[in-house]
């Protein structure tokens, strides 16, 4: 070996040390099994003792145009050699042009943005910015949201990723959302928006400065809003001076089959904020986009906010040449192609599976939820736990070689937005195997 060819690990001590030496998230780190991976293409990642993966994640729901794609590559190296880093008080060719790209796709008349290195920091500067703007301190968000891990953004989670982080930072209301689990019916949106009118009128709605929501929600459930609640939201912030966040993480670039997806509703938030897909998640990239009338007011008044790392060259040439695939490719038209045969294999195999008590998605967002008891609905893992039946499944689809998130009693179907057909297909199939295994739990 020549003095500066790296040195190559096994996969073995690869988990070893990485165990030993860095902290996984979200999890006890005794037990854990990471997988040890050294390569990925389009849909496929390739673990370092060579054991191939089916994508259907797509990760963390970020790498949307699909690993290893040379274009996206290129733009980094061109970039790197170029200028790896400058200032962010300096202005730079792809700062300037993805800038311009943003504000040409994001929703109405958002078109300026404060570039961040992922979804927490766009979160947290959006309140930020909801308080300079409003002069308020409270925020509304949801229970059944993440909206990241820093201390403001996880007060404003509701999912029980919060319960250990508080009290958190003061002024945050949360609000129930229009789905209440298997169990329940999903309020229509006029319900839900009845009880979010009184909510604000009890709180007081001068002191409110922004609602933040998933425009689709992600981990806590895809869940798809009943048509009418974001036109609704959207009246009742504009009555009562509230800027509407709009937190498209997630749901953003493509992978609803619209560029947002808020734009399903035709609504434009104040503000927005990206991350994940808006570079495939080839480098950290996030985003907060704002109307005009939001940004003009840091006219005259100081924007109290910046990091060492806002619009970071390479990071706005990777996205760059990412919105440039998916454009060159099609991706909003295949996520939405592709995402129609997803959702009559869900459908199917929900029709054939006892232990499917939902099954839902949106372009190639999708979900299963997992039952005990077809009529009763009854989650196959409870609220915040999981079951042997879920780890036993789980289990199975790593055997397998199906990547996904399996999380409470529900699994994920969020493949890049470049799978095929066949791709598709090879996954549904061994998604048809595991339900037998839940299957066998229903009464
Ligand atoms: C909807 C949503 N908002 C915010 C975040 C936080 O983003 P990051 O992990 O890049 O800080 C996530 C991450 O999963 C997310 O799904």
């Not at 300037?96 to 979160?123: C, M, R």
């Not at 790593?398 to 399996?406: I, M």
């Not at 969020?414 to 839940?438: H, K, S």
Request: aromatic share 8%; proline share 5%; with cysteine.
């Amino acid at each position: 070996m020549s003095d500066n060819e790296p040195e190559h690990l096994s996969a073995q001590e690869i988990v070893d040390l990485s165990l030993r030496h860095t902290l996984y998230d979200w999890q006890a780190q005794d037990g854990l099994k990471p997988i040890p991976v050294d390569s990925a293409r389009g849909a496929e990642f390739f673990t370092t003792d060579g054991k191939r993966y089916l994508d259907f994640n797509s990760q963390l729901m970020g790498v949307n145009v699909g690993h290893g794609d040379k274009r996206v590559v290129d733009a980094i190296a061109r970039q790197a050699e170029k200028l790896a880093y400058i200032s962010p008080f300096m202005a730079h060719e792809p700062r300037a042009l993805l800038g311009k790209k943003l504000a040409e796709i994001l929703p109405g008349d958002i078109d300026k943005v404060f570039f961040t290195l992922g979804g927490s920091e766009a979160n947290e500067t959006a309140i930020k910015i909801a308080k300079l703007v409003t002069g308020r301190q409270k925020i509304l968000a949801r229970y059944r949201s993440y909206h990241g891990a820093t201390s403001g953004t996880i007060t404003l989670t509701g999912d029980p990723r919060r319960w250990p982080n508080e009290p958190g930072i003061p002024g945050v209301v949360h609000v129930l959302d229009p789905y209440h689990g298997p169990q329940r019916e999903v309020d229509s949106a006029e319900e839900n928006l009845r009880y979010l009118r009184e909510t604000i009128e009890l709180e007081g709605p001068a002191t409110i400065a922004a609602f933040i929501l998933e425009s689709v929600t992600g981990t806590n459930g895809v869940l798809v809003p009943p048509d009418g609640y974001m036109q609704g939201v959207r009246e009742l912030c504009t009555k009562h001076g509230i800027l509407m966040i709009c937190d498209e993480v997630m749901a953003g670039f493509g992978r609803t089959g619209e560029w947002f997806a808020i734009d399903h509703w035709k609504v434009v938030p104040d503000i927005i904020t990206m991350a994940k897909g808006l570079t495939a998640a080839y480098v950290q990239l996030g985003a907060v986009g704002m109307r005009r009338g939001v940004a003009d007011q840091f006219k005259d008044k100081v924007f109290y906010g910046g990091l060492t790392y806002n619009s970071h060259t390479l990071a706005c040439a990777a996205a760059l040449a990412a919105i440039q695939v998916y454009e060159e490719d099609k991706l909003l038209e295949n996520a939405r192609r592709i995402g129609a045969v997803m959702k009559s294999l869900m459908a199917d195999l929900a029709s054939r599976h006892p232990s499917v008590g939902a099954a839902r998605s949106i372009g190639l967002f999708g979900l299963f939820e997992l039952v005990r008891d077809k009529a009763k609905k009854t989650p196959l893992a409870p609220f915040n736990g999981t079951s042997d039946e879920m780890a036993a499944l789980g289990k199975f689809f790593r055997q397998e070689g199906l990547y996904t998130f399996v999380r409470w009693n529900t699994f994920f179907t969020n493949p890049p937005l470049c799978i095929t057909e066949a791709e598709l297909r090879e996954a549904f199939g061994i998604i048809d195997r595991g339900l037998e295994i839940t299957d066998r739990a229903v009464s």
